[in-house]
């Protein structure tokens, strides 16, 4: 690396960091507004950023307990999928983001319905992927795929969240679940 490459990426690195810390205090300020109005994961934005950077033990445990935040909430936010927060996505999540924009020509003109994933769903996909990289047992793996079904069934999803990403995380485990009994 040159040493502009390198400071372009220090500065990358600080700018994704300071955006998680500032939108994890609006998850703060939000969660003060609403009270007990909505159920609020309030550092779904901070676990986000931890699996960016590859910390998946922090992100493992504050999606964790996103999702037992979240499960049997009657309402919760959702996360944007737009263009600034695409970079702390991973792969996937762009990918299907991208799908379901190709493929329902209405979702480019209703960004606000198709084009955000809830925060269960984000919590869930997190958990489930942090769980697969750090080679955990079946038995957690099962139970986040219990966790799922009872997302599929307690709440209303919008496209993105029931026809790929929770369908995604599901298969993911299933795979690696079989691959494990041969």
């Known amino acids: 690396m040159t040493p502009t490459e390198h400071s372009t990426s220090n500065l990358v690195e600080l700018l994704q960091k300071s955006a998680a810390e500032h939108l994890t205090i609006f998850r703060h300020m939000e969660a003060r507004d609403l ?10 934005f901070e676990a ?10 922090r992100c493992l445990q504050l999606s964790t307990q996103n999702v037992h935040t979240l499960l049997y909430a009657v309402y919760m936010p959702d996360v944007p999928i737009i263009p600034e927060f695409i970079q702390l ?32 769903t984000l919590s869930l996909y997190l958990m489930t992927q942090c769980q697969l990289k750090q080679r955990r047992s079946e038995t957690e793996l099962a139970r986040s795929l219990e966790f799922i079904k009872v997302a ?12 790929e990403v929770l369908k995604t995380i599901a298969h993911k485990s299933l795979s690696c679940m079989r691959q494990n009994l041969r």
Do not use: F
């Open 35 to 44: 009270c007990s109005a909505a159920k609020i994961a309030t550092t779904d």
């Open 48 to 57: 986000l950023y931890a699996y960016k950077r590859g910390d998946c033990q």
């Open 89 to 120: 996505l991973d792969d996937d999540i762009v990918s299907l983001t991208a799908l379901t924009l190709i493929v329902n020509p209405q979702c480019k003109e209703d960004h606000s319905w198709y084009v955000c994933i809830s925060q269960l």
């Open 152 to 163: 599929y069934k307690r709440h209303p999803m919008r496209s993105i969240d029931r026809l």
